[in-house]
């Protein structure tokens, strides 16, 4: 799970800015009898599965979330500055800062362990690195520290960490990557944080997905096939009020030969994906899409799933893949303008997917940006984080941090201008003047 997430110096976060999902009030009598999920306990630690991040457009909602999904692309793809360059976007508008260090820091759950991450580089080089333990007392205990040359992992007497380090990285890349992906399985402590990173986030930047993609991430174990998958999406629209009585797609595999030249043809209902089979053969898969509704005989009628429906609907099916295998393997979903082309009845369905102890039992989180105010008041305050620009810079503050009941209307307070986080507009009835 994550516990936390802040960045320094990126885009439009000047300050230092946390992404907090500790439950930070006092929880609810009886909470263990409930079926919602208020958090879940780690360590005397308190994590929300739930967080909506608010505010104006340009405020810096999607700034928040590009950090963090760059720190992940850091450890995913192995940035070498020599080779191409780092993901290096500082805060422009002051002189200390468009020179200077961007920082990140992310603190996590793997395997009931907690880990605390911090990057630091600048357009050229990584110039800190650290990874700390964090005890259940809250202490924490080193791992490594690059700056300072400092290792103290348990490691075969083989291995001269001084010496992987000044060799293979030499401030150019991260450390962490290094040992995680050329010593793999010599450190548990190393391989759990760069499998979380790597693996257990979800970051996207809208919630429209191909939907062969989605029916892919779907198939959640060795025994769901293709079509058990479907119905899986299928089964949920349904439950949704869709108007569906459900959703049919036929998938047709052709194996070819790598670099092989391939004329496809493609009618608008249907989808093609690709899947590397080994480094010789890819598998071309094409996909046609079937919906159903029932007439005013009671029958089925079969529509074109791609070009008969509505987008919303289309959107929905390929963001439904995605959901079903974040709560199946309990993975951190990050999602951007998750309400895109969705009613709010159906974005406040989803939240409650991730709220639920019965259909969220692998600890799954969900953190997106939005503008669906609607939603506000079926959270708790922990679960509502306010962004907004001060002095040109983004800043994120929770309700949490304000005097309020929890059982407050939110909507209506955000709407007058209690938490901020609302555009600063002029209306000029002379704005078609010459």
């Given at each position: ?23 930070s ?18 360590k005397?630690?308190?994590i929300?599965?739930f967080?909506?991040?608010?505010g ?21 793809s ?58 259940s ?10 700056k ?40 548990k ?19 429209r ?9 779907a198939?959640i ?5 293709f ?35 391939v004329?496809?043809?493609q ?14 053969k890819?598998?071309m ?20 799933f ?24 309990g993975k951190t ?5 998750i ?19 019965k ?7 969900l953190?997106?940006?939005s ?22 810079a ?10 309020v ?30």
């Amino acid at each position: 799970m994550l516990i936390d997430f802040s960045v320094k110096n990126y885009k439009s976060i000047k300050n230092l800015l946390s992404v907090d999902m500790n439950f930070s009030q006092q929880a609810p009598k009886n909470y263990l009898k409930e079926d919602n999920l208020y958090f879940t306990d780690i360590k005397n630690n308190r994590i929300i599965p739930f967080l909506a991040i608010y505010g104006a457009n340009a405020s810096g909602k999607t700034n928040i979330i590009s950090a963090l999904n760059d720190l992940r692309l850091f450890i995913v793809s192995d940035f070498n500055a020599r080779e191409r360059p780092l993901p290096y976007t500082p805060y422009l508008l002051s002189d200390s800062t468009r020179n200077g260090v961007i920082e990140f820091y992310i603190t996590l759950e793997k395997n009931s362990n907690i880990y605390r991450y911090q990057l630091a580089f600048t357009q050229n080089a990584v110039v800190d690195e650290r990874l700390y333990r964090i005890k259940s007392n809250k202490s924490e205990e080193l791992i490594f520290d690059t700056k300072n040359k400092e290792f103290n992992i348990n490691v075969d007497s083989s291995y001269n960490l001084t010496t992987i380090f000044d060799n293979e990285c030499n401030y150019f890349s991260s450390f962490l990557v290094k040992l995680a992906t050329r010593y793999v399985g010599f450190s548990k402590e190393i391989n759990e944080v760069y499998d979380f990173i790597k693996n257990d986030l979800e970051i996207y930047p809208s919630n429209r997905f191909h939907e062969s993609f989605a029916i892919d991430k779907a198939q959640i174990t060795n025994d769901d096939d293709f079509s058990k998958a479907v119905r899986k999406i299928s089964s949920i629209l349904s439950n949704m009020d869709i108007n569906l009585e459900g959703v049919n797609c036929n998938r047709s595999i052709n194996t070819i030969e790598n670099n092989t030249t391939v004329n496809v043809q493609q009618s608008p209902n249907q989808r093609i994906s690709w899947k590397v089979e080994n480094p010789n053969k890819i598998q071309m898969r094409l996909d046609s899409f079937k919906s159903y509704h029932k007439d005013d005989q009671g029958n089925d009628v079969e529509f074109d799933f791609l070009t008969q429906e509505s987008y919303g609907t289309i959107t929905l099916f390929g963001l439904l893949g995605v959901i079903i295998d974040v709560l199946a393997r309990g993975k951190t979903l990050v999602i951007d303008e998750i309400e895109r082309s969705l009613h709010s009845d159906i974005v406040r369905y989803i939240m409650r997917m991730f709220r639920n102890k019965k259909i969220n039992k692998n600890h799954a989180q969900l953190i997106c940006a939005s503008h669906d105010l609607h939603s506000m008041d079926d959270l708790k305050k922990s679960e509502i984080a306010i962004v907004d620009k001060i002095k040109n810079a983004t800043e994120l503050k929770y309700v949490s941090d304000f005097d309020v009941r929890n059982a407050l209307n939110f909507q209506k307070n955000y709407l007058s201008g209690r938490f901020g986080g609302r555009p600063r507009m002029v209306f000029d009835t002379n704005v078609m003047e010459d």
